[in-house]
Protein backbone atom coordinates (compact mmCIF):
# COMPACT_ATOMS: atom_id res chain seq x y z
CA UNK A 1 0.00 0.00 0.00
CA UNK A 2 1.35 3.37 -0.61
CA UNK A 3 1.97 5.87 1.79
CA UNK A 4 -0.90 8.40 1.75
CA UNK A 5 1.39 10.69 4.02
CA UNK A 6 4.14 10.84 1.04
CA UNK A 7 2.88 14.77 -0.15
CA UNK A 8 2.75 16.15 3.30
CA UNK A 9 5.56 17.45 4.95
CA UNK A 10 4.19 17.37 8.56
CA UNK A 11 4.44 14.09 10.44
CA UNK A 12 2.27 11.44 10.57
CA UNK A 13 1.84 11.45 13.87
CA UNK A 14 0.50 15.11 14.13
CA UNK A 15 -1.76 14.57 10.96
CA UNK A 16 -3.24 12.15 13.26
CA UNK A 17 -3.21 13.75 16.72
CA UNK A 18 -4.94 16.85 14.84
CA UNK A 19 -7.78 14.54 12.88
CA UNK A 20 -8.20 12.79 16.27
CA UNK A 21 -9.24 16.10 17.95
CA UNK A 22 -11.29 17.15 15.83
CA UNK A 23 -13.05 14.61 14.98
CA UNK A 24 -13.57 13.06 18.62
CA UNK A 25 -14.05 16.20 20.66
CA UNK A 26 -16.49 18.89 20.44
CA UNK A 27 -13.96 21.56 19.15
CA UNK A 28 -13.76 23.53 16.20
CA UNK A 29 -11.16 24.09 13.94
CA UNK A 30 -9.79 27.03 15.65
CA UNK A 31 -9.54 25.46 19.23
CA UNK A 32 -7.96 22.66 17.48
CA UNK A 33 -5.29 25.30 16.23
CA UNK A 34 -4.86 26.65 19.56
CA UNK A 35 -4.61 23.27 21.27
CA UNK A 36 -1.94 21.91 18.73
CA UNK A 37 -0.34 25.82 19.11
CA UNK A 38 0.17 24.65 23.26
CA UNK A 39 2.05 21.72 22.18
CA UNK A 40 4.66 23.44 20.04
CA UNK A 41 2.51 22.96 16.80
CA UNK A 42 1.65 26.32 14.58
CA UNK A 43 -0.37 24.77 11.78
CA UNK A 44 -3.47 26.65 10.15
CA UNK A 45 -7.04 26.16 11.08
CA UNK A 46 -7.84 25.50 7.56
CA UNK A 47 -4.77 22.88 7.31
CA UNK A 48 -6.83 21.48 10.17
CA UNK A 49 -9.82 20.97 7.97
CA UNK A 50 -7.71 19.85 5.05
CA UNK A 51 -6.45 16.62 7.36
CA UNK A 52 -9.32 15.89 8.77
CA UNK A 53 -11.35 15.75 5.05
CA UNK A 54 -8.54 13.90 3.30
CA UNK A 55 -7.25 11.34 6.11
CA UNK A 56 -10.36 11.46 8.01
CA UNK A 57 -12.18 8.50 5.46
CA UNK A 58 -8.80 6.61 5.30
CA UNK A 59 -8.55 6.19 8.66
CA UNK A 60 -12.23 5.86 9.26
CA UNK A 61 -12.50 2.83 6.23
CA UNK A 62 -9.64 0.80 8.07
CA UNK A 63 -11.29 1.11 11.63
CA UNK A 64 -14.43 -0.01 9.99
CA UNK A 65 -13.53 -2.90 7.65
CA UNK A 66 -11.42 -4.04 10.95
CA UNK A 67 -15.14 -4.06 12.84
CA UNK A 68 -16.95 -5.22 10.12
CA UNK A 69 -14.95 -8.24 9.87
CA UNK A 70 -15.20 -9.31 13.09
CA UNK A 71 -18.42 -8.15 13.21
CA UNK A 72 -19.27 -11.14 10.78
CA UNK A 73 -18.41 -13.56 12.25
CA UNK A 74 -20.64 -12.17 15.64
CA UNK A 75 -23.25 -15.16 16.70
CA UNK A 76 -26.45 -14.21 14.18
CA UNK A 77 -29.07 -15.67 16.83
CA UNK A 78 -28.37 -13.02 19.44
CA UNK A 79 -27.08 -9.92 17.46
CA UNK A 80 -30.38 -7.02 17.41
CA UNK A 81 -29.97 -3.88 15.74
CA UNK A 82 -31.91 -0.31 16.40
CA UNK A 83 -32.68 1.84 13.35
CA UNK A 84 -33.82 5.44 13.90
CA UNK A 85 -33.29 8.97 12.20
CA UNK A 86 -33.31 12.88 12.86
CA UNK A 87 -33.40 15.84 11.20
CA UNK A 88 -30.21 18.19 10.01
CA UNK A 89 -30.84 21.42 8.55
CA UNK A 90 -28.43 21.86 6.01
CA UNK A 91 -28.74 25.22 3.84
CA UNK A 92 -32.28 26.07 5.54
CA UNK A 93 -33.08 22.61 4.08
CA UNK A 94 -34.18 19.94 6.17
CA UNK A 95 -32.35 16.23 5.31
CA UNK A 96 -32.33 13.67 7.50
CA UNK A 97 -29.57 10.93 8.70
CA UNK A 98 -30.17 7.32 9.26
CA UNK A 99 -28.44 5.72 11.91
CA UNK A 100 -27.95 1.77 12.09
CA UNK A 101 -26.81 0.51 15.94
CA UNK A 102 -26.26 -2.90 16.98
CA UNK A 103 -27.97 -4.25 20.89
CA UNK A 104 -24.07 -2.72 22.63
CA UNK A 105 -24.39 0.60 20.96
CA UNK A 106 -21.93 0.25 18.10
CA UNK A 107 -22.48 2.29 15.28
CA UNK A 108 -23.01 0.39 12.43
CA UNK A 109 -23.59 2.55 9.77
CA UNK A 110 -24.84 6.52 9.14
CA UNK A 111 -26.95 7.76 5.67
CA UNK A 112 -27.82 10.86 4.61
CA UNK A 113 -30.87 11.64 2.73
CA UNK A 114 -33.71 14.45 1.27
CA UNK A 115 -36.45 12.09 2.42
CA UNK A 116 -37.43 9.22 4.98
CA UNK A 117 -39.23 7.06 2.34
CA UNK A 118 -39.31 3.88 1.65
CA UNK A 119 -36.62 4.36 -0.96
CA UNK A 120 -34.50 5.62 1.57
CA UNK A 121 -35.18 2.94 4.03
CA UNK A 122 -34.49 0.04 1.47
CA UNK A 123 -30.56 1.83 0.27
CA UNK A 124 -29.88 2.08 4.24
CA UNK A 125 -30.86 -1.23 4.78
CA UNK A 126 -29.02 -2.96 2.15
CA UNK A 127 -26.26 -1.07 2.39
CA UNK A 128 -25.67 -2.15 5.80
CA UNK A 129 -27.02 -5.55 5.39
CA UNK A 130 -24.15 -6.05 2.49
CA UNK A 131 -21.12 -4.79 4.93
CA UNK A 132 -22.74 -6.83 8.47
CA UNK A 133 -24.81 -9.55 7.52
CA UNK A 134 -28.33 -9.83 8.82
CA UNK A 135 -29.61 -9.91 12.64
CA UNK A 136 -31.80 -11.63 14.81
CA UNK A 137 -34.25 -8.92 15.19
CA UNK A 138 -34.49 -5.08 14.05
CA UNK A 139 -35.85 -2.38 16.14
CA UNK A 140 -37.49 0.87 14.38
CA UNK A 141 -39.80 3.44 15.76
CA UNK A 142 -43.55 3.11 13.99
CA UNK A 143 -41.82 5.11 10.84
CA UNK A 144 -44.30 3.15 7.84
CA UNK A 145 -40.96 3.50 5.48
CA UNK A 146 -38.94 0.85 7.31
CA UNK A 147 -42.35 -1.72 6.98
CA UNK A 148 -42.34 -0.74 3.76
CA UNK A 149 -38.82 -1.42 2.86
CA UNK A 150 -38.34 -4.54 5.28
CA UNK A 151 -41.67 -5.72 3.16
CA UNK A 152 -39.44 -5.55 -0.02
CA UNK A 153 -36.02 -7.38 1.16
CA UNK A 154 -38.57 -10.15 2.94
CA UNK A 155 -37.82 -9.64 6.42
CA UNK A 156 -40.10 -7.76 8.14
CA UNK A 157 -40.86 -10.86 10.48
CA UNK A 158 -37.74 -10.07 12.16
CA UNK A 159 -39.07 -6.64 12.83
CA UNK A 160 -39.78 -5.16 15.97
CA UNK A 161 -41.71 -1.64 17.25
CA UNK A 162 -42.80 -0.42 20.85
CA UNK A 163 -42.26 2.67 23.02
CA UNK A 164 -38.51 2.62 24.73
CA UNK A 165 -37.22 -0.13 23.18
CA UNK A 166 -35.76 2.31 20.71
CA UNK A 167 -33.80 4.06 23.26
CA UNK A 168 -30.11 2.62 22.41
CA UNK A 169 -30.27 4.38 18.74
CA UNK A 170 -32.02 7.26 19.85
CA UNK A 171 -29.62 7.83 22.56
CA UNK A 172 -26.71 7.23 20.16
CA UNK A 173 -27.40 10.34 18.39
CA UNK A 174 -26.20 12.35 20.92
CA UNK A 175 -22.67 12.44 20.50
CA UNK A 176 -22.87 13.18 17.00
CA UNK A 177 -25.40 16.20 18.10
CA UNK A 178 -22.73 17.44 20.18
CA UNK A 179 -20.24 17.25 17.56
CA UNK A 180 -22.56 19.42 14.99
CA UNK A 181 -23.19 21.86 17.66
CA UNK A 182 -19.69 23.09 17.55
CA UNK A 183 -19.17 22.67 14.11
CA UNK A 184 -21.74 25.48 13.87
CA UNK A 185 -23.07 24.55 10.05
CA UNK A 186 -22.70 21.89 7.44
CA UNK A 187 -22.56 22.96 3.94
CA UNK A 188 -23.81 20.37 1.74
CA UNK A 189 -25.13 16.64 2.41
CA UNK A 190 -21.90 15.22 0.89
CA UNK A 191 -19.96 16.69 3.98
CA UNK A 192 -22.12 15.57 6.43
CA UNK A 193 -21.96 12.05 4.82
CA UNK A 194 -18.28 12.10 5.13
CA UNK A 195 -17.93 13.75 8.65
CA UNK A 196 -20.97 11.31 10.16
CA UNK A 197 -19.13 8.03 8.69
CA UNK A 198 -15.88 9.06 10.16
CA UNK A 199 -17.34 10.15 13.27
CA UNK A 200 -19.24 7.31 13.71
CA UNK A 201 -15.87 4.74 13.35
CA UNK A 202 -13.86 7.31 15.22
CA UNK A 203 -16.44 6.77 18.30
CA UNK A 204 -16.89 3.24 18.07
CA UNK A 205 -13.30 3.27 18.22
CA UNK A 206 -13.07 4.71 21.44
CA UNK A 207 -16.29 4.27 23.09
CA UNK A 208 -14.55 2.07 26.11
CA UNK A 209 -17.88 2.05 28.06
CA UNK A 210 -16.55 3.45 31.37
CA UNK A 211 -19.14 3.02 33.33
CA UNK A 212 -19.27 -0.69 33.11
CA UNK A 213 -15.44 -1.64 33.75
CA UNK A 214 -13.39 -0.75 36.50
CA UNK A 215 -10.98 1.84 36.31
CA UNK A 216 -7.80 -0.32 35.37
CA UNK A 217 -9.58 -2.55 32.82
CA UNK A 218 -10.88 1.07 31.29
CA UNK A 219 -7.27 2.89 31.42
CA UNK A 220 -6.11 -0.50 29.68
CA UNK A 221 -8.43 -0.60 26.65
CA UNK A 222 -7.84 3.26 26.28
CA UNK A 223 -4.35 3.10 25.90
CA UNK A 224 -4.64 -0.17 23.46
CA UNK A 225 -7.43 2.19 21.46
CA UNK A 226 -4.63 5.14 21.33
CA UNK A 227 -1.76 3.29 19.81
CA UNK A 228 -4.22 1.05 17.28
CA UNK A 229 -5.37 5.03 16.60
CA UNK A 230 -1.33 6.22 15.75
CA UNK A 231 -0.67 2.97 13.68
CA UNK A 232 -3.76 3.73 10.92
CA UNK A 233 -2.78 4.06 7.17
CA UNK A 234 1.13 3.25 8.82
Not at 112 to 139: C, E, H, N, Q, W
Not at 166 to 172: C, F, V
Request: positive net charge; contains cysteine; hydrophobic residues 40%.
Amino acid sequence: MRNPFRYFKTSPEIIRLAVMMYVRFPLSLRQVEDLLHERGIDVCHETVRAWWSRFGPTFAAEIRSKRAASMRTHIQWQWQWHLDEVFVRISGETHYLWRAVDHEGEVLDVFVTKRRDRKAALIFLRKTMKRYGSPKVIVTDKLRSYRAAMKMIGNEAIQETGKWLNNRAENSHQPFRRREYAMARVRDAKTLQTFASVHSSTYNHFNQSRHLVPRHVFKENRSVALAEWRQLAA
